[in-house]
Each structure stands twice: as C-alpha cells, then as structure tokens.
C-alpha cells in the first residue's frame, strides 16, 4: 500500500518562514495545480471555522496554490456528508487548522470524512496539520482545557506532539512525559514544521522552518533531548 506524506507544523501558521513547509507539502502533494482542501473543525467550538478556514485559503493562494478549497466539515453530522467526502477524497493535500485538538479528533475519528482522507493519504495525498491538527495526527494528544491525555487518530503510533513548543507548549514535556513514558514527544517550535514524504526513507523527517523541534525520547535514566533546526533531518525511533 502506498502512503503519501505528512506534514505535522508547531502552529503560529500562514505567515512567515512557515511557507517553507507548506510549499514542500504543495511540491509533494504535485504542485501549485494539486486540490488543497482546508479543514477547518478544529476551529468551530468559537465558531472561527470561517474566519480560519478564509485565512488558510488565502494563505496557500499567495504560496500561488491554483486549487484551493476550505471543507466545512466541523462537526459529527458534516463529517458524515458525502458531498464533503468525496471533496476530500480528491485532494492531494488535506490541510487540519489549529483549534480545539478534542473537537477535531472527535469530529473525524472514524467519519466518513476521515475515511475520505486516508484513502486520498493512500493514494500518495500528503496530509499537513498545525498545532491542534498536528496533535490529534498522532498516537495521543492532550487536551489542554480539560486537561486530559487522548487517544489520537494514530497516524503516527506512539508519539505525541507538543505545538508551540518555544512558547505556551515549552512546559508540557514534563507532565506528558510522566503520563506517557515511553512514548516520543515531538516539541516543535512555532513557525516550523517537519515533512517526511518524497524519496527520503518511511521514517526519515527534515525541518523547515524558523524554530526547532526537540525530541524527547525515552530512555532508563529520564528523558534524552536531541535539537534541530532548519536544513535538518533526524529519524523517529
């Protein structure tokens, strides 16, 4: 089965040196021509979804994406809409918007919607997601306004990601950490994402960006912290 890429960025999106990552995510997805459908769930509980889908859509036009759409699946009921499933199914690149990780983990978890989009990720799409988008990516994520450890939609198995890693996120390794031991936490900075895709080998990832991403991998005697930045490519155990 063939597998497309993943885009997983630290959030402050649509500005900046971000649109290192998002043009890779463009070049891998097939160009400025590939659909780009913006998903913008994580977004509704403040009803922002149009507001933030808008700014997405405005961001991957000026990057001079051709074909650009926001899919407004938000909520259980709309994930559930073929109309908004076969849209996502043609995309080449599945934009998730940062939000309320909770909301869009639970929106798409088992959807029709969601089946959409890892059919399009098997057919080679990539999918990208910021912030909240990343998170809910992985084997786990946290939910930081009822302050509880999830289940993710599990792309990525036994890792965790901490958005704003530099900022509000600098302190989650510790409480995470202690909740799950042995899993790898992904901290990356905002204004910065990590792509794997192309011909780069399954697990090999390289930083795009204006921060950097620490991994914090288990070990006997605590947790061991490797940095990278731009230009860099590490691998996930």
Same mark, same amino acid.
């Given at each position: 089965?063939?597998?497309?890429?993943?885009v997983?960025?630290?959030?402050?999106e649509?500005?900046?040196?971000? &649109?290192?990552?998002?043009?890779?995510?463009?070049?891998? /997805?097939? $160009?400025l021509?590939? %659909?780009?459908?913006?998903?913008?769930?994580?977004?509704?509980?403040?009803?922002n979804?149009?507001r933030?889908?808008?700014?997405?859509?405005?961001?991957?036009? &000026?990057l001079?994406?051709?074909?650009?759409?926001?899919?407004?699946?938000?909520?259980?009921?709309?994930? /559930?809409?073929?109309?908004?499933?076969e849209?996502?199914?043609?995309?080449r690149?599945?934009?998730l918007?940062g939000?309320?990780?909770?909301?869009?983990?639970? #929106?798409?978890?088992? &959807?029709?919607?969601?089946?959409?989009v890892?059919k399009?990720?098997?057919?080679? /799409?990539?999918?990208?997601?910021s912030?909240?988008? /990343?998170?809910?990516?992985?084997?786990?994520?946290?939910d930081?306004?009822?302050?509880?450890?999830?289940?993710g939609?599990?792309?990525?198995?036994? #890792?965790?990601v901490? %958005?704003?890693? @530099?900022?509000?996120?600098?302190?989650?390794?510790?409480?995470?950490?202690?909740?799950?031991?042995?899993v790898?936490?992904? $901290?990356?900075?905002?204004? #910065?994402?990590?792509?794997?895709?192309?011909?780069? %080998?399954? @697990?090999?990832?390289?930083?795009? $960006?204006?921060?950097?991403v620490?991994?914090?991998?288990?070990?006997?005697?605590?947790?061991?912290?490797?940095?990278?930045?731009?230009?860099?490519?590490? #691998?996930?155990?």
């Open positions: 089965m063939v597998m497309g890429s993943l997983l960025e630290g959030g402050a649509f500005g900046g040196r971000m &649109s290192e990552p998002d043009l890779r995510a463009l070049e891998l /997805a097939g $160009g021509d590939c %659909p780009v459908r913006i998903i913008p769930a994580a977004a509704a509980p403040d009803k979804q149009v933030a889908g808008n700014n997405g859509l405005r961001w991957f036009k &000026s001079g994406a051709r074909d650009v759409e926001v899919v407004y699946v938000i909520d259980r009921p709309s994930a /559930a809409e073929a109309r908004l499933a849209s996502l199914r043609k995309a690149l599945v934009y918007l939000g309320f990780p909770r909301h869009l983990a639970e #929106t798409l978890h088992k &959807s029709r919607a969601w089946e959409a890892l399009a990720w098997q057919d080679g /799409a990539v999918i990208a997601g912030s909240a988008g /990343a998170m809910v990516l992985c084997g786990y994520y946290y930081p306004f009822q302050k509880k450890l999830l289940r939609l599990d792309l990525l198995p036994d #890792t965790f901490i %958005p704003h890693h @530099n900022t509000s996120g600098r302190g989650w390794a510790d409480l995470v950490g202690e909740m799950l031991p042995n790898v936490l992904i $901290g990356i900075d905002e204004a #910065t994402g990590i792509v794997r895709g192309g011909d780069s %080998p399954v @697990n090999e990832w390289s930083v795009h $960006g204006a921060g950097q620490v991994l914090h991998l288990p070990d006997a005697g605590g947790r061991l912290k490797r940095a990278f930045t731009h230009g860099q490519v590490f #691998t996930l155990p």
